[in-house]
């Protein structure tokens, strides 16, 4: 009987270095995406994403054409990005409707079989992505379009989400669907999203640190003035008393930009695994184990799945851990000259992803434990199960050995299968800032240098020639690292 054991451990070592071979290298290509963007390659940038195209499985779809819409969008390429963002809306309100086919199989092995929608913060920088596209190739009719689609998601989303503390709309895409909507013309509806997002901002500063833009103050003095809401006019101008503004008819007169800088790097999850012994042998074997392998390489996770399923006594349960990558950039100096004129603004934090991202996670966090030991203990139960189904198919002379077998092979299996869903749009930036001028029409050389809290350059300057129109308003985006 000894020698049938220890002829079966090759076996298992096999079986098991199968298993965890479908684990796989985490993936490099963010890491070569965000050399190429820090060194100003952005070209360079979107052909990693585009080559890696395999790379995501068929219940990541949805992600590649998330990236690929980024790094298409700062490489120039604005139509060709709004084209994959089409079809990655188009595929998350599909998934919605296949959803529940997948969360078995999800059960048994981890959340990662589940075809990946994105965050509903994702989902709502999906449109915004599209209606800065549309507005940077001045196509005003379709960016308002995106605007009112921003509008509707919101709406739904506020709707949807009970708890008034969670993520159920945003300031951002509000403010962004205010400037939309004066550079058209449209000051009622400027107005109302204006309004909302200084609503927003002050509903959601304890979480989101994001303060008011200042520039909004400006905002919501210049549309109530150019709207004659007189009552309104007066409130703002008692709640901002040391704001300067434009009044309408003279910002009408002038030419507008308007400078995205996207700034930083998103947050990327790792597993963060708890492991649970049953037994006091057990327990002695996760303490040694912990102090001797990482859990978060490769070569650990392969080490503990083999000696936890040799064990037979380790449940082990895997949560998702944010980890932050803050910018540097404190703000961006923005500065036009020509024609005898010269104006500056610094750009504003309007968005800090980062902090969304760990709130959407913070949100999620009960459901997520909550079903994580679910699948554990399911897992725990079926791999007994199989152990014991194997012993009495194999009759009373091999069934030990075949049920010890099955059983420590199906207890790897579930150990190194063992993840969490650690998938999100990781092409977004840290932090989203915004300046805004108004000049005379006419050429200008336009310079925008992103700079620490210490007045220490961040990258390269950008420099270019712009043209601008009386009345006309254009968009420039940067992306700095």
């Given amino acids: 009987m000894a020698s049938r054991h220890l002829t079966s451990i090759p076996l298992i070592l096999l079986v098991a270095a199968a298993v ?112 800065i596209n549309y507005a940077l190739l001045e196509d005003w009719d379709e960016s308002l379009v995106e605007a009112r689609r921003i509008d509707h998601r919101l709406n ?12 159920r709309d945003d300031a951002f895409a509000r403010y962004l669907t205010g400037v939309l909507y004066e550079a058209d013309g449209d000051l009622n509806n400027a107005f109302i999203a204006y309004r909302k997002a200084y609503d927003l901002y002050r509903e959601t500063r304890g979480w989101s640190r994001t303060p008011i833009p200042p520039m909004l103050h400006a905002d919501l003095l210049r549309i109530t003035e150019g709207l004659h809401l007189n009552e309104e006019h007066e409130q703002y101008r008692r709640a901002f008393p040391d704001v300067s503004w434009l009044p309408m008819a003279e910002a009408r007169r002038l030419a507008q930009i308007v400078v995205i800088s996207y700034n930083g790097r998103a947050p990327h999850k790792e597993d963060q695994f708890i492991d649970l012994p049953i037994s006091l042998d057990a327990l002695k074997l996760v303490l040694l184990t912990k102090g001797a392998v990482s ?36 703000y961006g100096q923005v500065s036009l000259e020509g024609n005898g004129t010269s104006a500056s603004a610094r750009t504003e934090l309007v968005q800090d992803l980062t902090t969304i ?57 579930a150990i190194a299968t063992e993840e969490s869903d650690k998938r999100s749009w990781r092409t977004l930036p840290d932090e989203v800032q915004i300046a805004r001028l108004w000049v005379p029409a006419g050429t200008y050389e336009l310079r925008v240098r992103a700079l620490t809290h210490g007045g220490k350059a961040v990258g390269e300057e950008s420099v270019r020639t712009v043209t601008l129109r009386s009345g006309a308003t254009k968009f420039f985006t940067e992306r700095v690292l």
């Fill in 295 to 330: 859990s978060n390489s490769r070569q650990g996770r392969a080490a503990e799945s083999l000696l936890y399923g040799l064990s037979g006594r380790v449940v082990r349960v895997a949560l998702p851990r944010l980890v932050r990558q803050k910018t540097q950039v404190a």
């Fill in 20 to 131: 965890l071979q479908g684990c796989g290298t985490v993936s490099k290509r963010y890491v070569l995406v965000e050399e190429s963007l820090r060194a100003g390659d952005t070209t360079r940038a979107d052909l990693i994403i585009e080559q890696a195209e395999q790379e995501y499985d068929s219940n990541s779809r949805v992600l590649y054409q998330l990236d690929r819409g980024m790094t298409l969008h700062v490489s120039g390429r604005y139509e060709e990005s709004n084209a994959i963002l089409e079809q990655a809306e188009q595929s998350v309100e599909e998934l919605y409707t296949r959803r529940l086919r997948t969360e078995a199989k999800a059960l048994l092995v981890n959340d990662t079989k589940l075809p990946y929608a994105g965050a509903p913060y994702e989902q709502v920088m999906m449109n915004v992505l599209k209606a």
């Fill in 156 to 167: 739904v989303l506020s709707d949807s989400v009970e708890d008034s503390e969670a993520y």
């Fill in 357 to 413: 991202a760990a709130k959407n996670l913070s949100d999620r966090y009960p459901s997520l434990a909550i079903k994580a030991v679910a699948r554990a203990a399911l897992k725990f139960g079926l791999a007994e199960g199989v152990g014991r189904g194997a012993e009495a198919a194999a009759g009373k002379d091999a069934g030990p050995t075949v049920g010890l077998v099955a059983g420590i092979l199906a207890k790897i299996f």
